[in-house]
């Protein structure tokens, strides 16, 4: 059984900057693709980042590019999420999540089979 535990969500000022990280339990952390998805208030959830098992390959949803980084340290069994430059509109409920793929590092839901239970982001004006 995978458990992820997301932290590090808060409110913040336009223009600030939150680091969320994603502790996960188990030991094949180092096999899977992991991703980030966010679900904002009556919006569906939507695909925010991924990165693939080592490290090499990452995706990013447009809106975030340029913005966030996605990261991974196997040693630590986390993913990261680096945001800056932070907008109203990233205001949502953050998740992260194991894919069943290594290298693929796309958005598909349901590719993705472990979910955290998600961290409050709030980005105020």
């Known amino acids: 059984q995978v458990q992820l535990v997301e932290s590090g969500g808060g409110l913040v000022q336009v223009g600030g900057s939150l680091r969320l990280s994603c502790a996960a339990s188990?030991?094949?952390?180092?096999?899977?693709?992991m991703g980030w998805f966010r679900q904002a208030p009556e919006k569906e959830r939507e695909f925010v980042a991924a990165i693939s098992r080592s490290g090499d390959f990452t995706n990013y949803a447009d809106s975030v590019k340029g913005r966030f980084t996605i990261s991974r340290d196997n040693a630590k069994n986390t993913v990261y999420l680096q945001m800056n430059s932070l907008k109203s509109e990233d205001t949502a409920i953050y998740f992260c999540?194991?894919?069943?793929?290594?290298?693929?590092?796309?958005?598909?839901?349901?590719?993705?089979?472990?979910w955290g239970q998600g961290t409050q982001v709030t980005v105020s004006s």
């Open positions: 999540a194991r894919s069943i793929q290594t290298q693929w590092v796309g958005g598909s839901q349901e590719k993705y089979d472990y």
């Open positions: 188990g030991r094949s952390f180092s096999s899977y693709t």
